[in-house]
């Protein structure tokens, strides 16, 4: 499957972006999704996962309650609703893929994913 990530842009501390994440090949239920982010200087690190099947859910700490991962399955697409940014936010994000229903204690381990997007810049100015 390939990924392709959009929706980054440059926002104001306190606003909101919506990134995209859309599949090329059918996604069927044995999938994982994931976003992770790479800030400059920085090694890249975990954002929020789903599972296709079930919607199961996984967020990092620095991020849960402000980002709320969904899938749209008519779309093959996943979503990253980020609200309340802040400059500490300002990274490349990168939509990663698995073929296989991770359990939840590897959903943040980058390692798992075999299919990555080309990634979307996001900008958080202060």
């Known amino acids: 499957v390939q990924l392709q990530a959009s929706g980054g842009g440059l926002v104001q501390d306190g606003g909101a972006l919506r990134l995209s994440c859309a599949a090329s090949g059918r996604i069927f239920g044995s999938y994982t999704l994931g976003w992770f982010r790479q800030a400059a200087g920085k090694a890249r690190e975990f954002v929020a996962a789903i599972r296709w099947n079930d919607g199961r859910r996984h967020y990092a700490d620095s991020v849960e309650g402000r980002f709320t991962i969904s899938r749209d399955n008519a779309k093959n697409t996943v979503y990253l609703q980020m609200n309340s940014l802040k400059p500490e936010d300002t990274a490349v994000y990168y939509c990663?893929?698995?073929?296989?229903?991770?359990?939840?204690?590897?959903?943040?381990?980058?390692?798992?994913?075999?299919?990555w997007g080309q990634g979307t810049q996001v900008t958080v100015s202060s």
């Open positions: 990663a893929a698995t073929q296989r229903n991770l359990i939840y204690s590897s959903f943040s381990n980058e390692k798992e994913y075999e299919n």
